[in-house]
């Protein structure tokens, strides 16, 4: 029992010593705060802040109970870089927990931004839900992203998705701008520079600006599949087809899961097929239906190619001499292979069949038919 009194007069003597060391400015903030008279505990906890500007408690303060709660966060962010500026160390009193001044910053800080971005991408989803009022919930996404956007400025996802939400409604240049900076707060970020490649190609920037952030994209994600054929198509694009080429490769030799060993030849493939190199082409879905025997996908690659391959023959094209035999031989694979595709893609039956109609029609013309 003497134990607990005793207790209780060491807690009583420790509040007494905190509310003494506080000014009377502070004081009656605080008592103001406590009795939820938030108009009076915003008058005085500036003077606070001046009689007491040693004090990193009252800035984050009066950054959660006024500035927050009025959704005011420039002004919330400002408050708690100045009690950094003070002391990031200090242990401080707020909402009756004891903790440094770095750690408050961080928790409300993350608080905050969580709280705007979530009710952003609630808005986002209501457009899915009541598509005739998209514009409203685009508008108001866009604000809370905004806000998001201020409360934690490094964070690349805020932006990136900020740049979205510009996209859909119809502002380019805002769009671009968000995109630029997910990349300039966190330029190691693959969601930054991946959705920033995106935004800007659809805004109509050319394959020369996009370049740059597909490179960096796969530097930091080699294995993506999806970022990787974007590179590639890039590089298709501005000429550099050895180099389209090559990103495939590299990537496949550095892969080791099977499933995605697969998609990467299957993307090779498509690049062989684009500049004709139909027997690379040929290996290479080839590879991806050994690896993925339910990628009817590659299978139906490894059928265009045997196709090309006939196309060649047929016509002499390409650096081939005209032979119809080997176009026959080819058509014939080719027909093999779309019979195959069918069975595993059943839903896409008729149109497998129109591909078959095509290749057996070109099969009779190398045989004379």
Same mark, same amino acid.
């Given at each position: 029992?003497?134990?607990?009194?005793?207790?209780?007069?060491?807690?009583?003597?420790?509040?007494?010593?905190?509310?003494?060391?506080?000014?009377?400015?502070?004081?009656?903030?605080?008592?103001?705060?406590?009795?939820?008279?938030?108009?009076?505990?915003?008058?005085?906890?500036?003077? &606070?802040?001046?009689?007491?500007? =040693?004090?990193?408690?009252?800035?984050?303060?009066?950054?959660?109970?006024?500035?927050?709660?009025?959704?005011?966060?420039?002004?919330?962010?400002?408050? %708690?870089?100045?009690?950094? *500026?003070?002391?990031?160390?200090?242990?401080?009193?707020?909402?009756?927990?004891?903790?440094?001044?770095?750690?408050?910053?961080?928790?409300?800080?993350?608080?905050?931004?969580?709280?705007?971005?979530?009710?952003?991408?609630?808005? %986002?989803?209501?457009?899915?839900? =009541?598509? =005739?009022?998209?514009?409203?919930?685009?508008?108001?996404?866009?604000?809370?992203?905004?806000?998001?956007?201020?409360?934690?400025?490094?964070?690349?996802?805020?932006?990136?998705?900020?740049?979205?939400?510009?996209?859909?409604?119809?502002?380019?240049?805002?769009?671009?701008?968000?995109?630029?900076?997910?990349?300039?707060?966190?330029?190691?970020? %693959?969601?930054?520079?991946?959705?920033?490649?995106?935004?800007?190609?659809?805004?109509?920037?050319?394959?020369?600006?996009?370049?740059?952030?597909?490179?960096?994209?796969?530097?930091?994600?080699?294995?993506?599949?999806?970022?990787?054929?974007?590179?590639?198509?890039?590089?298709?694009?501005?000429?550099?087809?050895?180099?389209?080429?090559?990103?495939?490769?590299?990537?496949?030799?550095?892969?080791?899961?099977?499933?995605?060993?697969? =998609?990467?030849?299957?993307?090779?493939?498509?690049?062989?097929?684009?500049?004709?190199?139909?027997?690379?082409?040929?290996?290479?879905?080839?590879?991806?239906?050994?690896?993925?025997?339910?990628?009817?996908?590659?299978?139906?690659?490894?059928?265009?190619?045997?196709?090309?391959?006939?196309?060649?023959?047929?016509?002499? &094209?390409?650096?081939?001499?005209?032979?119809?035999?080997?176009?026959?031989?080819?058509?014939?694979? &080719?027909?093999?292979?779309?019979?195959?595709?069918?069975?595993?893609?059943?839903?896409?039956?008729?149109?497998?069949?129109?591909?078959?109609?095509?290749?057996?029609?070109?099969?009779?013309? &190398? *045989?004379?038919?």
């Amino acid at each position: 029992m003497k134990n607990k009194q005793y207790f209780s007069k060491i807690i009583f003597l420790i509040a007494m010593v905190i509310i003494s060391c506080s000014s009377q400015e502070y004081t009656t903030a605080k008592l103001a705060i406590q009795q939820s008279d938030f108009k009076k505990a915003a008058e005085w906890l500036p003077k &606070a802040m001046a009689v007491e500007p =040693d004090n990193p408690e009252i800035p984050i303060v009066m950054a959660i109970e006024i500035h927050a709660e009025n959704e005011e966060w420039e002004q919330m962010i400002a408050l %708690f870089d100045k009690a950094m *500026e003070i002391n990031p160390e200090k242990v401080i009193e707020i909402r009756a927990a004891f903790i440094s001044v770095k750690e408050a910053v961080s928790n409300y800080k993350e608080f905050y931004w969580a709280k705007e971005f979530n009710i952003g991408v609630e808005q %986002f989803k209501k457009i899915q839900e =009541d598509p =005739d009022n998209k514009p409203d919930y685009i508008s108001k996404a866009i604000s809370h992203f905004k806000s998001a956007a201020i409360i934690n400025p490094s964070d690349a996802n805020t932006h990136a998705t900020l740049a979205k939400c510009y996209f859909d409604q119809g502002d380019q240049e805002s769009a671009k701008n968000a995109a630029l900076t997910a990349v300039e707060k966190n330029p190691d970020s %693959f969601d930054a520079n991946f959705s920033a490649a995106q935004i800007l190609g659809r805004a109509g920037m050319s394959s020369e600006d996009i370049l740059p952030y597909y490179e960096k994209a796969t530097s930091i994600e080699p294995s993506n599949s999806k970022a990787l054929r974007e590179l590639a198509g890039i590089y298709y694009d501005l000429g550099k087809k050895e180099q389209s080429i090559q990103v495939f490769e590299n990537a496949i030799a550095n892969e080791e899961n099977d499933t995605t060993k697969a =998609d990467l030849y299957f993307n090779l493939g498509v690049i062989h097929n684009q500049m004709g190199n139909y027997e690379s082409a040929e290996l290479s879905f080839d590879e991806a239906f050994f690896l993925n025997e339910e990628d009817f996908e590659a299978a139906l690659g490894m059928a265009r190619s045997y196709e090309g391959l006939g196309d060649n023959y047929l016509n002499g &094209a390409e650096g081939f001499d005209k032979d119809l035999d080997k176009a026959s031989r080819w058509y014939r694979k &080719a027909e093999k292979k779309i019979k195959s595709v069918m069975v595993i893609d059943i839903d896409n039956k008729e149109t497998y069949q129109k591909n078959l109609e095509l290749v057996r029609y070109k099969r009779d013309v &190398a *045989e004379g038919n």
